[in-house]
């Protein structure tokens, strides 16, 4: 917002102050004067209303808009994407679009991320010139909107059509084994360690919003397995291809003697070499 303002110093200086605190004046009068100063439109579509963006506020079925939407599997807003247009393709009958690439925030139809190249069919200049022909549509004679769900499969670095989100599919449970294996059967057993909130596991890859470090996109994990407060569980080599397209989830069952916790998990892709 501000890279992009043509606001004085002083404003500018005012709304960096306010902004790790935005939750708390969002409502405020004097918040948003400040960031109407930096941001003029910004008086134009905040509603009077403070809990008017709480969750549940709005009722979709409300709505009843042509949506297209374009998302990265490593961009940070990617899962709100995905709800999004599961909720309103149900519930709407305006046209919906969904297009889903191997791409960061800030890495839009680009073909590679800072470790991995998904090649030149990840590269999408040809959805760019679809977005303006989604706006088009149905206006002095045009053709209908396409409507739907594309996503890029990574690994087979392919683009392909899809019926719904999520798409028809076949469940696969795993477990964690005591010693770190991942069967398709119920496991039982343990494993502890120690960890220090001093020395947090670094993040590496993954969806995360801007560039620079720690930079977005797939990446090595190696290191990090190798610190004591990371555990791995791996399968055995795969014989033939696994498509994972939909959402994967993890129950988890910890203790800990600290009186907050955090757990990360992570899906990773172990390559030959």
């Given at each position: 917002m501000l890279a992009a303002s043509s606001a004085d110093a002083v404003a500018a200086a005012q709304a960096l102050e306010l902004y790790p605190r935005w939750p708390e004046f969002i409502g405020d009068d004097?918040?948003?004067r400040v960031v109407s100063t930096v941001l003029p439109s910004y008086a134009q579509w905040v509603p009077p209303q403070p809990d008017y963006w709480l969750p549940?506020?709005?009722d979709l079925e409300d709505i009843d808009l042509p949506v297209w939407r374009l998302a990265g599997w490593y961009d940070v807003f990617c899962e709100g994407t995905l709800a999004a247009y599961t909720a309103l393709a149900r519930t709407n009958r305006a046209p919906q679009r969904l297009i889903?690439?191997?791409?960061?925030h800030i890495g839009m139809f680009a073909q590679s991320t800072p470790e991995v190249d998904f090649g030149p069919e990840a590269a999408g200049a040809v959805y760019a010139a679809?977005?303006?022909?989604f706006l088009r549509a149905g206006v002095d004679g045009t053709e209908p909107a396409k409507t739907g769900v594309t996503v890029f499969v990574m690994g087979d670095n392919t683009w392909r059509d899809l019926p719904s989100w999520p798409p028809p599919s076949t469940e696969m449970a795993l477990y964690l084994g005591a010693a770190g294996e991942l069967p398709?059967?119920?496991?039982?057993?343990?494993q502890s360690w120690k960890h220090d909130?001093?020395?947090p596991v670094p993040t590496r890859g993954g969806r995360t919003l801007q560039g620079g470090l720690p930079f977005p996109g797939p990446a090595d994990q190696r290191l990090l397995s190798e610190r004591g407060d990371v555990r791995t569980w791996q399968t055995e080599p795969l014989e033939e291809d696994l498509t994972v397209i939909g959402t994967v989830t993890a129950h988890l069952h910890a203790s800990s003697t600290a009186p907050v916790f955090d757990l990360v998990v992570k899906l990773c892709d172990v390559h030959p070499d």
């Open positions: 004097g918040g948003r549940g506020r709005v889903v690439g191997p791409w960061t679809e977005s303006e022909a398709t059967t119920t496991a039982r057993g343990s909130p001093s020395n």
